[in-house]
Structure formats: C-alpha cells, structure tokens
C-alpha cells in the first residue's frame, strides 16, 4: 500500500473514533441542559408549595442549576482538537488522550482527560522506557475533522504487523507551525521534561529557569491547568493568578488556558495589579531601577510619616472659658508620636485624637500650675473630644492618605529629600522628583508597584467612622479607588476585568513569569497577592533588564526571598531544549551574550531550517526605507506574525516608518515589549541601541532577537555591535 492511503486509512479510522465523541459530547450537553431546565422548572412549581418545602425545592434547584452550568461550560470550551493522542500498549489496548475525559453510555472511557494519570505515559514514555507503550499517535484536527496524525514508535519489535506507522514526528510539525496572535497550547505534544515540571505537586515553591523559546511560559500554563485539575480543592477559592511582564503578554498567553477548558484563571501583567490604577509606560531604565530599589520602602515609609501640605499649624480651643492652644511644633510633635506607635495612619485617626486631646489637656494643666482654674483631665478628655470643631480639626490634621497623593507629593524635590535621607543620592533625588512631578504621562510600571507599596502603609479607612467624621468622604466611594481623585488613573477600577480577591492575598497558587525582570518593590507587591499561596516562579537570568538580579546584588534578592522562603526549599526544574529558533537564529543570539552567561544556561535549538539570519549595514539616511523594505521582505515570506523591534526611544521612530503597511500581521516593539513574546520574523533595527539602553542592554539584544521563529533580519548603521 503506498504511504498516502495507508495515511487515508489510519485518518478514516480516527475520524470514526473522533465521530463517536463529539455524538456523546452532543449528548451530555443536551443532557445537562435539560437537567438546567428542570431546575428552573422545579424553582418555578416551589411557589405554590409550603415554606417548608419552598425552601428543600428552591435549594434542590440551585444545586441542579449550578452543577448544569458547569458542566456547560466545560463542555462548551473550545474544543478545537478535543482528541489529540492515542497509545497503543502492550496489553493491547487502546488509550485516547483529550482535552476533557468522557465516558459513554456504559461509562467505558472514551477519552482520558490529558491530566489523568493513566493519560501520563502520551508524555513520559520514551524509546529507553516505553511504560508498555509501542505506539504513541498525535491527531490532528481542523474543528471537528481528523487531519494527520503522527506516530511515534517506541517498542519497535513489538510492533504487531497490522499496526501502521505514518508522520514523521508531531513535534517538528508543531514547531513549524506559523505563529499566530494568541499563542497555542501545547497538549499534544508535551515533551518528557516538560510533563515533569507540569506535574510537580502543588505545595511550596516551584522554580522553572531555561533559556529563551524552552517552553516555560507554556510549561507554566499547563501547569495551571493541571493543578486546577488535580488540587482544585486544595488551592482553594482564591484560584489561580498567572503575572506577566506586560499586557501585551497577557493577551498573547490569554488562549491558551480557556483551550483546555480552563476559564476560572486570573491573567495580570505586572502593571495592572493594582485595581484602579493603570500602568502607560515604563520608565527609562535609570529612574525604574531607583523606583524598584528596595530602599525606596524607607522611603515611602517617612513620606506617609511626613507632613501632609496645607494641615492647620495651630490648635485653638477655648475650654471653660480658657484659650487652649497647640502650636506648629507641639502638633509636630504629637504627630510624630502617632506614628511611632506604629499603625496604618488611615487606621488611626482615633490614636491621633487621643494625642491631640492628652496635648491639650498639658496645656491646660500648665495653665492650673501657673494660677489658671483646676482641671479634671478625664473631663475635659471626653467633654472637647465630643466637641464638632475639635472633629473638624482632626479632619483637616490628619486626612484620609491616598497613595497617588502621597506619590506626586514626592515630586517636591525637598520633601522627597526629607523623606529620603541618606538612602538616595542628590541626583537620584533629583531624577525621581522630576518623574513624580510629571503627571502628564500617567504611571508607569514601577509606579504600580510604588502605589501598592503605599496602600499598604497607609492602610483603608474605617469606612463608616470615616464617613462620620469626614464631610468630604463620600461612603460610599473608597479614595484609593476613586476616579476623581486619580488624575493619573487610565480605567475606572475594576472595568473590563474579572475581580481580583478584595483583600488581595487570598490566591491559592501563584505564576510569576519572566521573574528575573521583577525589582524588589515589585515583588513586594507580588507577596502580598500570594501571602499563603503555593508559588511557581519561571525566569532565565540571561534575558534580564533588571541588572541587579542578573548582577546578583544579594540585598534585591532579598525581597524575593521574603516571598518565597529559603532558596533551598524550592522545588527546582530547567529546560534545556530551545523550541522556538531556529538553530541559525539562535546561534547569532547565543554569540550575543557569550561570555555574560554560562555554557549551561544557554539552550540548545532542535529545529534547523537553512536559513541564516540576514545582517545588513545600512545608512542612518535611508534607515526609513531599508526598514519598510525589510519588514515587507519579511511580510511576503512568512505566513504568520512580523515584528519590527528597536531600543525603547526608537520606537516611535519605527511607529513612524511603519505606518504605511497596514498588514495586521505586523507589530512594532520595543526591546522592553517583546518580553516572552514571539513572531515568525523579526527585524532589529540598530542592535547597537540595545547595547547603549541600559546596563543590562546586551541582554535585551539577546531577547530581542530569539523572539523569531523562522527568520531574523538585523539592520545596522554602525556594525561595532556584532559578536566574535
Ligand atoms: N512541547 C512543545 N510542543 C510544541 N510547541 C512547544 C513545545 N514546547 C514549547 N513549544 C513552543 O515553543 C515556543 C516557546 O515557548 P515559550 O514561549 O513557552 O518559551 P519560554 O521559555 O517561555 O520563552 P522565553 O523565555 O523566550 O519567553 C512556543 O511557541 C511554544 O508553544
């Protein structure tokens, strides 16, 4: 028989299979929706029962509904492949793997959910150990038809005659797949290293380095979905939150959880953590290594100490006939006492009183001492602390914080030096008064981190006393999430986006990825969305834009142990097969960082296509046209996605140039955008800006270009830049 119709025959039969699930798929949704239906139903007949039995229906219908809707929702999910795999084992039997395990009628599996143990050796079997496997088959399908399929053999002189063998290997057909918008999932074709980090168990820290294109974004999302699957209970309620480096990422990850059914997952990239404010931008990389500093929670500490601009600087109250008076120092003085009992100053508006009112009563028991009338402390205590103009005062002396108050306050460069100390230097005082001064670009990234820092310290109001006392706070509104109050907020809090927990720390498991970029004070602001969460933290120092991290400065590290405990503790993987470069691209990016990174953190790329990457030295004159040229070189010869990449402060340069092609598969990036994304081409634009960016500039040329699939186009006016 010749290859294509032993190809037809072996589809013929899979489709048949494949046939036979989606009729039960179709089956069970009917099911569950009339099991919808006769809930609704028995809620409607529960009103002319007894209360009694009002209740037992109403419950009995909320339970029906509920359990119905979730079996919808899983059998609704996108299903594109829903049968992916096959074994067949030495027992002769057969094994297909899914996207969801379902039985038929006789409840006799027809496919086994892909995270089931029985479904672990699609992953895990090699040649060297089948685990009774002889043949390992990959479907293909385009909606609801087979396509191709390929198999692997793995006990070859167990193959029984009449089992055909066909493809040439599912993961190199995978590999070479044209890359989309949304990234894929990988189910199919999981590698044996991979399945392991995948299925790790849940409890404590999980750590997953690996170079460039080694599939730890992917790893890590399955993994979500395999812990849901298997420790749903255990996690708990809070869920699952996955943080990325920027909101591009997230909506490039944001297809592949809901592909596996999994819908319940909260994707943030590390900007947008803070409900009500909105990251725009990032900084230049001086002013976001000062901000991430983890000095600057000293910082922020003294500044919700400070002051705050335009309170009264005097007290007068006449009690009994006498003036009592506190002055600018003395209410200085009481203020400082305060906060050095420690405490959340919106939390203690109360202990600010019972200072304010001890002060007073020394004045007037100073007055007694020098002739004055006698005092009852305790009465004039309870008589002036009931008194509305004493309320008022305290209401002006000691106002409700707001973290972007106390953020673009430190854009006066005198109070971001008193609050400062000794801990920044004058001219990173200078630089970071003049960007919190600079309200006008909205926040940037390691702002984000900042504000949450600072919500923390000055902690929510009491509402209901707060509302009491203030006449300017609306009830109903908290300030830290009012529109009105944030000139620099982007979207009102909460739009557009399912709701972190309230309190923020309530996740049962934590993703972080691309972790070597996070300062200190982000992963501060990380800990407390996870204070007892189980943890999986992927990284490669090698594509760090946070030198210190890469550097190994010991004092930032700190802050990440603070979360994750004791480094030692930590469950550790690393994956080191490249699936994303080609072998070419990857070796021009390998040369880039040699010398800056060891032998062993550099991947080694499986898939060779015989095409180099192209470098070419062009004119700063014609850099216009050599890059729309190159971008439409590119555009013609991939069938997916296109980026054009240069140095942050090139990109609105390189915006500029592209704004002729209005092909949507092309993106302009910068070097810090591109983080853990990926396109069929790419062209750099001036690497040597890369280099100059930053400390850790030669690091961003390496991200930059292994973000390519298929093919790399470099453009140079100055080729100093090029690796030995
Ligand atoms: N087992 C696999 N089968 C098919 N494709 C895979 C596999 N593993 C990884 N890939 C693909 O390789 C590409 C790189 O994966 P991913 O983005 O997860 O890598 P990464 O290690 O996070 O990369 P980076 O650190 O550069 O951001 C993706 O397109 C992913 O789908």
Known sequence: MSESVVLRAEIATEQAHVDRVYLRLDELRSQAESMRDRGYELGHGA?????????????????????????????????????????????????????????????????????????????????????????????????????????????????????????????MA???????????????????????????????VTEITGGPGTGKTAVALHRAAYLLYRYRKQI????????????AFTTYISRVLPSMGETSVELRAVGELLDGYEATHTDPAPVATIKGAARMRGVLRRAVRGTPPGVPSELRITYRGEVLRLAGDQLERVRRRVHGRGGQPNRCRVHAAEALLEALADVAQRHAESGGPEVDRARLVT???????????????????????????????????????????????????????????????????????????????????????????????????????????????????????????????????????????????????????????????????????????????????GVLGSPSARRRFTLRTNYRNSAEIFSLAARVVSGHAGADQLPTAVRATGIDPTVRTVDTASLESEVQQAAMDVLARVEGTVAVIGAMNRVADLEKFMSPVT?????????????????????????????????????GLYVAMTRATQRLTVLTSDPGWRPE
Request: aromatic share 6%; proline share 5%.
């Open 47 to 171: 009103r002319h029962e007894a209360v009694f039995e009002q209740a037992s229906m109403l419950f009995e219908r909320d339970v029906m509904v509920h359990h119905a809707n979730q079996t919808l929702q899983v059998l609704d999910a996108e299903h594109e492949g829903l049968v992916f795999g096959r074994l067949d084992t030495h027992e002769r039997e057969t094994v297909y793997v899914g996207r969801l395990g379902i039985r038929d009628g006789e409840f006799d599996n027809l496919v086994t959910d892909w995270r089931a143990d029985a479904a672990a050796p699609f992953y895990q079997a090699t040649a060297e150990q089948p685990m009774g496997v002889i043949r390992r088959r990959v479907i293909q399908s385009s909606g609801r038809s087979v396509t191709g399929i390929e198999d692997d053999v793995l006990m070859p002189h167990d193959l029984p005659e009449e089992m055909r063998v066909v493809g040439d290997g599912a993961l």
């Open 663 to 699: 092909d949507e598969r092309l993106t302009v990036a910068g070097s810090l955008d591109c983080k853990g994304l990926e396109y069929d081409a790419v062209v750099l634009v001036e690497p040597g800006e890369f280099l100059a960016e930053s400390v850790a500039g030669r690091r």
């Open 383 to 561: 008589e002036l602390g009931e008194r509305i103009e004493f309320h008022r005062f305290l209401v002006d002396w000691w106002p409700v914080l707001r973290p972007e108050e106390v953020l673009s306050r430190l854009g006066d460069e005198q109070r971001l030096r008193t609050a400062a100390r000794s801990q920044l230097t004058p001219d990173e005082i200078s630089i970071l008064a003049a960007s919190f001064a600079d309200t006008a670009t909205g926040y940037s990234v390691a702002d984000i981190a900042l504000l949450d820092e600072l919500r923390s310290l000055v902690g929510k109001p009491r509402r209901r006393r707060v509302a009491a006392e203030d006449p300017q706070q609306d009830p109903q509104q908290d300030p830290q999430q009012d529109p009105r109050q944030n000139p620099r907020q982007a979207r009102p809090p909460g739009a557009a986006r399912s709701s972190l927990p309230e309190h923020y720390d309530e996740f049962g498991h934590v993703i972080v990825d691309e972790a070597q970029d996070l300062s200190p004070m982000q992963w501060r602001m990380i800990g407390r969305r996870g204070r007892h969460a189980s943890w999986t933290v992927v990284g490669d120092p090698v594509q760090s834009s946070w030198y210190s991290a890469a550097d190994g400065a010991d004092a930032d590290a700190a802050e990440a142990d």
């Open 236 to 247: 708990g309620g809070g869920g699952v939150l996955v943080i990325g480096p920027s909101e």
């Open 174 to 204: 995978a590999l070479a797949r044209a890359r989309g918008e949304r990234m894929r999932d990988i189910v199919a074709t999981i590698q044996r290293e991979q399945d392991e980090v995948i299925r790790a168990p849940w409890r404590g």
